[in-house]
């Protein structure tokens, strides 16, 4: 029976030691408070790392806390040592990641060496992973420090379903392509058969990255990669409503709230909630409150402003002195308004308890919250499920991921001192009918949507997603490798009939820099050393080029799709005479769009023209394809010519030329006892249908296709081959 397994960087459980004996505590965060009651309820394992370093347990410790994270948490734990911790989570994911991703680039570091800690954290946690998950589990990894593991757990687990959801923003395309291991991390993201994130800015945004970087088709919202779709949509983070808007009688929560209340008084309370962190916009929030003072002096004496700063990376440099920053802001405008009777800032650089700040939501006027760059916040949440009189109101930032839900509050741009000091004003003189009537709306949205809808939402996503639609008609030929194989050992005379590009070498930016490496040739030379073997390579490409290099080696070609056909040891000849009367003004047609479409080229062959756009800005492609196509129609409606769409690649041709027209000589002159054809895009398709019923044919990646068999990749393609050679020299 399939299973439900979580995967975060930290467990629901934190570990500690006091004076020799193991602690167990609740972990603190957003995803721990969230999550961790939906996990009890559904029995599902949770696999992350306890909190405490390796260096600080014994063999007997670790074996304990193997057995009661199980048995008593349903948890399983990922051991890391102190220096691992520090260069994986403090060194790339706090120094790296987590400023890039906010839009603070200039904090961010770029260090080979907290790299490869993150690479080998992300294999730590996939190899206890690969002790528990089987086939067809249902597989949910979170956040920023695992965007590797969903490509290693796809590889191993191809059938398991696997959701990522990332909790910060995933940023713009010009900001994420200065990332020097940009197309590791979308490539381990890729694993995941569904990707969530906060908002529909970071959808797009991924969605740019992915398109631009590593050149992947898309549609509504579906990524094509290799064998695979991606679905990548936006699901907000909810709360636990209930936990914030129900009654609190304990007498712990009734003192706390009594002081609260005392030390309000007749003041009108802004408050301010954040962990110490640049991006969290604490000092331009300062900077803003000193401006509403100094333009509204009706208000000294009557409004506080309670900031809450919880303590974080405060060894770190960067942290330290915005500590001090804050601290000297605090004290300049205490120091410039307050009095003997009033201080304008109450500073709490202090942790408080989740009932501690619930009192505060509950009995503050204006909740501040103006984020330079925040995923979500659910502070904001917190604060308006938490005002059981329908009488709060919030200034946010308009690029915090909860604005998008919380509209109808009073919202500002985060870098605009004037426009959050008037937000404040705002706020504090709304009318109390007004608030009401938006408190009401919004709280009725942040209870249907908690944070159990939200994993419900999620995880239902990621079951409704069916793999096996991607292939209806074809089957995966890696599932049936022992009937190929068993096919190409019985047979004495065997036909391959390979495509080049995106088939046995994958794509280059630049035609000519697709040339077969060292691998490739020699995997070929093993297989075509089998007298039993006919190798073909049916390329669109120039005879020149393939001439060039493959001409030492004893292969059959057919190059330009099928116009000119070779075989060892003879001369290139036609399969048809034709003539190249037309190309100027075609030519003529692509070079005028070519100028205007930068990343794009031209390609002269002797019987054809391709118009590459590969390296092209892929809205630019979506905009100028049709009309190129349309121009092109229009001239040679009364020409024996037609467009032949590649990958990335317009060509115009002759429309009697195609790869199967050019393998029936082949086919017609021998019989063969094991025919095998393999190809990657549309211009395979004529291969595919010109081959014999029995005939194994291979589409490379997913699409509609004739073929009956499919392949993840070119790489899968390169192992089939050197499979072939292995058999060939076992039975020769």
């Known amino acids: 029976m399939s299973k439900m397994i979580f995967i975060s960087n930290r467990l629901p459980v934190t570990v500690g030691k006091i004076e020799g004996a193991l602690q167990y505590n609740k972990s603190i965060g957003g995803l721990a408070t969230g999550l961790s009651g939906y996990h009890q309820r559904s029995g599902s394992l949770w696999i992350g790392w306890p909190g405490m370093a390796d260096e600080d347990m014994t063999n007997t410790d670790r074996e304990d806390i193997l057995r009661d994270l199980k048995d008593e948490h349903k948890c399983i734990p990922v051991f890391l040592s102190a220096d691992e911790v520090e260069l994986y989570y403090h060194g790339f994911c706090n120094r790296t990641i ?84 940009r197309e590791e991390i979308l490539r381990g993201l890729l694993g995941a058969d569904l990707i969530g994130l906060h908002t529909y800015d970071y959808v797009r945004h991924f969605l740019s990255s992915s398109r631009r970087i590593l050149g992947l088709d898309q549609n509504l919202n579906r990524i094509t990669f290799e064998d695979r779709f991606i679905q990548v949509d936006a699901f907000p983070m909810g709360i636990d409503y209930e936990r914030f808007s129900r009654d609190y009688d304990d007498e712990e929560y009734l003192r706390w709230e009594a002081e609260v209340i005392r030390a309000k008084d007749d003041t009108k309370t802004i408050l301010s909630i954040d962990r110490l962190d640049y991006t969290k916009g604490i000092p331009e929030r300062l900077k803003a409150y000193d401006t509403f003072l100094s333009r509204h002096p009706e208000y000294r004496g009557k409004v506080r402003l309670n900031m809450i700063v919880a303590p974080s990376r405060i060894e770190v440099v960067s942290y330290a002195h915005l500590r001090r920053e804050i601290a000297e802001l605090v004290s300049e405008i205490n120091g410039k308004y307050g009095t003997i009777r009033w201080m304008p800032i109450w500073f709490l650089f202090q942790s408080f308890s989740q009932e501690m700040l619930i009192a505060f939501y509950r009995h503050s006027d204006v909740m501040l919250v103006t984020p330079i760059r925040d995923g979500m916040n659910l502070v904001a949440k917190e604060y308006m499920s938490a005002r059981i009189d329908d009488e709060g109101m919030i200034v946010i930032s308009e690029t915090a991921g909860a604005a998008n839900e919380l509209g109808e509050t009073v919202v500002v741009n985060p870098n605009d001192i004037e426009a959050m000091a008037e937000g404040i004003q705002q706020a504090l003189e709304m009318p109390t009918e007004e608030k009401i009537a938006i408190n009401r709306i919004i709280k009725e949205r942040l209870r249907r949507y908690n944070v159990e809808y939200w994993a419900d939402e999620f995880l239902g996503a990621l079951a409704r997603l069916n793999v096996d639609d991607v292939h209806a008609k074809t089957r995966n030929l890696e599932k049936e490798r022992p009937r190929i194989e068993k096919a190409y050992r019985k047979a004495q005379k065997r036909i391959l009939f390979l495509d080049y590009d995106g088939t046995l070498v994958g794509f280059r930016a630049i035609p000519e820099q697709a040339k077969p490496d060292p691998d490739l040739k020699d995997v070929l030379k093993r297989v075509i050393a089998d007298p039993r073997n006919t190798v073909v390579i049916v390329s669109g490409r120039d005879r020149k080029i393939l001439d060039t290099w493959f001409g030492d080696m004893n292969l059959h070609f057919l190059a330009a799709h099928g116009l000119w056909r070779r075989h060892p040891g003879e001369e290139w000849s036609m399969s048809m005479m034709l003539d190249n009367e037309w190309k100027e003004s075609i030519r003529n047609i692509l070079d005028w769009y070519a100028n205007r479409m930068p990343g794009s080229l031209v390609e002269e062959k002797e019987y054809s023209l391709a118009f590459h756009y590969r390296q092209c800005e892929p809205d630019m492609v979506v905009k100028k394809l049709g009309d190129i196509r349309e121009a092109i129609l229009s001239m040679t409606a009364t020409m024996n010519l037609g467009i032949q769409e590649g990958n990335k690649v317009l060509e115009i041709k002759d429309n009697r030329i195609n790869k199967g027209f050019g393998i029936q000589p082949f086919l017609q002159d021998e019989h063969y006892d094991l025919v095998f054809g393999a190809g990657d895009d549309f211009t395979d398709e004529d291969l595919f249908t010109a081959l014999p019923k029995k005939a194994f044919s291979i589409k490379i990646g997913i699409g509609a296709t004739h073929a009956n068999y499919y392949l993840k990749s070119w790489k899968s393609m390169r192992h089939l081959l050197r499979k072939f050679a292995e058999i060939s020299e076992e039975t020769r």
């Open 98 to 181: 987590w400023p890039l991703f906010h839009y603070f680039s200039n904090h961010a570091e770029f260090n080979t060496e907290t790299w490869e800690a993150y690479r080998k954290v992300n294999e730590d946690f996939f190899r206890v992973a690969e002790t528990v998950v089987e086939d067809g589990d249902t597989i949910w990894v979170h956040d920023y420090q695992l965007m590797l593991l969903p490509q290693m757990l796809k590889e191993r687990f191809p059938n398991a379903k696997i959701g990522f959801f990332l909790h910060i923003p995933f940023p713009s395309f010009e900001v994420f392509r200065s990332l020097i291991w």
